[in-house]
Every structure is written in structure tokens, then in C-alpha cells.
């Protein structure tokens, strides 16, 4: 064999094994795991891409609700969805109301669900996907799980750089929107293959909403319960974590650290979820 033959053989033989697997194509190809629900020919498939355990810091000094930043460690590999949950998706559980602006369509995301919802659509895919790994469940990501697949290694203040104006290419935004959602995986995935992590619509976490600890942490999961600051005997009422920014959030806000919070009931045509597959401890 010459030697330009076997250079091909070995860029085959690596691309096959995925040592390229960084350059995959948006997509099923390359996914770690495709929930069988029964979807229908055209409807976007659920996609989980494997994230692999590592360590990142968590959020910013620079805005005080995405501060103080802190050091977290994910310890071990998990799954997330590779798109915002659709239409056609969610639907297979839940009838989903496309509001009075109509935005109706299989492959939209699945808006005006509350976190209630989305929990209990998880619950649905435990039962129902009946090709779901053996000691895998699923449930909504952390808030750390979420920010550390939105960042896919990236350190600076966008998931494109520390330049606003890239994230046209990313996110469906104020400026772009035409004031609506719009299909998932219509803009540019991040890294690690991950499509809409910023705009279009905001995105249920696990978490109850908190302020961030100062020191590092270890999978972090949130608080049990919110405190009264005043008066740590009291507690206040339980809010939730949102990230990613929606259809009418301003380009420049659309940070990988953006935060914001609503009560577990709440929902509207700029809410909707991402899913986490993880290991069942």
C-alpha cells in the first residue's frame, strides 16, 4: 500500500471511531442516544447528545443576578436534549396550546407548558421511550448541567466570543425574530452540537432560583427550599430557574450565564424545556 493510500485508510478508520466526532454534523448523526415515542415521518426526533463530565467556572461577576462566579464540577457524563422539546414532541404526552398567536407546528417548540408540565413530561419519557438506557432517567437539567452545555468549553461572555453581534448566527433574538418562535435547529449549534441553548425560547431547570455560592461546588442541585434572608426561619415562595433567553430578548443580554425565574404554574408563548438524560444514583 502507498503511502497516500494508507493516509486515507487511517482518516476513514479515524473519523469512524470518532476522533472527529467535534465536526459532526447538526443532526442524528453522531447522537448518543434517539428516544423511540413514536413520532411521526417530518417531526424532529428527540436527539440526546452525551456531555461528558468536567469542570467549569459558573457565571459572572460582571451582573449581579449571574454572580458571584464560582467554580462547579459535573462529575459525571450525562445526556441533554440537542434541541428545545417541540410540538410534536410534548404532544405525544400533552396536547400543547399554541396560544392566540397560533404558533402551531411539530418541529416549534413546545411554548406555554410550565415547569409542572415539563416534569411530568419527563415522567412520561421514563415510561415511554423504549429505548432508554438501562440506569438512565430523565428529568429537567440542573442549572449547572444547563450552563456548562451552553458554554460547550467556551470561557467568554457569549457562547460565539465576547462579541454580541455573533450570536445572530446562534439565536433567534428581538432583532431577528420577526417577533415569534421559529423551528428548533434553525440557527447554529454551539460546540458540543447543541441548537438554541440561547433565544427563542427560555428554557425550565430543576433548580428552585437562588443566589450563587461563593465557593466551588460539586454537582450542585439548588436549595431544598428558599430562606427569608431576613428572617432565615421563614421561607419565601418557591421560584424556579429559566435560562437562554427567548424570541424578544436583546442580543447583548443573550449571555451563557443569563438567568431569570418564574413560580412552578407559570407558562407563556416564551417558555418551554430541554430535557437531561442521567445516571439513576
Given amino acids: 500500500m502507498n503511502l ?10 479515524s473519523i469512524a471511531s470518532g476522533i472527529f466526532a467535534g465536526e459532526a454534523p447538526a443532526g442524528t448523526q453522531g447522537a448518543d442516544h434517539i428516544a423511540s415515542i413514536g413520532l411521526s415521518e417530518g417531526q ?27 467554580e462547579v464540577e459535573i462529575g459525571d457524563d450525562y445526556y441533554i436534549g440537542k434541541y428545545e422539546v417541540t ?21 416549534m417548540p413546545a411554548q406555554y407548558v410550565s415547569r409542572k408540565d415539563c416534569v411530568n413530561f419527563c415522567e412520561w419519557l421514563n415510561k415511554n421511550d423504549s429505548k432508554k438506557p438501562d440506569g438512565y432517567v ?7 448541567e444547563w450552563e456548562y452545555a451552553c458554554r460547550a468549553g467556551s470561557k467568554t461572555l457569549y457562547v460565539c466570543g465576547d462579541d454580541k453581534q455573533g450570536m445572530d448566527e446562534y439565536a433567534w433574538h428581538e432583532t431577528n425574530s420577526k417577533g415569534m418562535t421559529h ?30 455560592p461563593s465557593s466551588a461546588q460539586k454537582d450542585p442541585k439548588g436549595p431544598e427550599k428558599l430562606l427569608d434572608p431576613k428572617d432565615p426561619s421563614k421561607t419565601l415562595y418557591p421560584v424556579y430557574v429559566l435560562r437562554g433567553g427567548c424570541w424578544f430578548s436583546g ?14 404554574d407559570h407558562s407563556g408563548n416564551n417558555v418551554a424545556c430541554r430535557v437531561a438524560l442521567v445516571k439513576v444514583k
Avoid at 4 to 12: D, G, I, T
Avoid at 87 to 107: A, E, H, I, S, T
Wanted: glycine share 12%.
Fill in 87 to 107: 410540538q410534536g414532541q410534548f404532544g405525544k404526552f400533552k396536547q400543547v396550546d399554541p396560544g392566540k398567536y397560533g404558533w402551531k407546528g411539530d418541529n
Fill in 251 to 264: 442580543m447583548e443580554t443573550l449571555r451563557s450565564t443569563l438567568r431569570h425565574n418564574a413560580d412552578n
Fill in 183 to 212: 423551528d428548533v435547529g434553525g440557527k447554529k449549534p454551539n460546540a458540543w452540537g447543541l441548537c438554541d441553548m440561547n433565544g427563542n425560547v427560555w428554557e425550565w431547570c430543576q433548580d428552585l432560583y437562588d443566589k450563587y
Fill in 44 to 70: 424532529t426526533p428527540l436527539v440526546m447528545v452525551r456531555i461528558k463530565a468536567g469542570k467549569f467556572v459558573m457565571g459572572t461577576d460582571g451582573v449581579p443576578k449571574e454572580s458571584p462566579a464560582h
Fill in 138 to 144: 430523565y428529568r429537567l437539567p440542573t442549572e449547572a
Fill in 4 to 13: 497516500s493510500a494508507f493516509a486515507c485508510v487511517v482518516l476513514l478508520s
